[in-house]
């Protein structure tokens, strides 16, 4: 258990150092992320990023662990 939190801590500071360019190839503004803007107030939920990198990261964990 340890080792898992370990991997996906180190996996949540590389996607943070590499997000300005995954945002350049369209990551984080894919249709179905919510973003509401009024005034000075800004919500982003990104629906659809999540969703993707989920399926990403699922099937390389099925795939290292076969």
Do not use: A
Not at 4 to 26: A, D, N, S, Y
Not at 27 to 54: A, C, H, K, N
Request: hydrophobic letters at 60%; a positive charge.
């Amino acid at each position: 258990m340890g080792r898992w939190l370990v991997i996906l801590g180190l996996t949540i500071v590389c996607v943070g150092f590499l997000w300005p360019w995954l945002q350049r190839i369209g990551l984080g503004r894919l249709p179905g992320d919510i973003v509401i803007e009024r005034g000075g107030f800004r919500f982003y939920f990104p629906l659809m990023t999540s969703l993707l990198l989920s399926l990403i990261f699922s099937f390389l964990v099925w795939f290292f662990k076969r």
